[in-house]
């Protein structure tokens, strides 16, 4: 009876750890997904700008502030 019991309890606590990877991969994941991704994006896509058209981003809307309030 006790054996049985013991049993259990460890399948439980198997199964328990075996959540908890998969709790950790999947926020591992997410992380990857909302972070890593979007922010090599945007620094790939700035310096592929700047390298067909030879300007930095910045200065295109610094060029464009500017322009604005001349025309105010």
Sequence with gaps: MAGHFKDKISHYVE???GLVND??????????????????FLYLGAKGFKLVWQIKPSD???R???????SL
């Design 64 to 70: 464009a502030k500017q322009g604005v309030k001349e």
């Design 15 to 17: 199964t328990l750890n």
């Design 60 to 62: 295109l809307i610094t």
């Design 23 to 40: 709790f950790l991969t999947l926020l591992a994941l997410f992380a990857f997904n909302t972070v890593l991704i979007p922010v090599l």
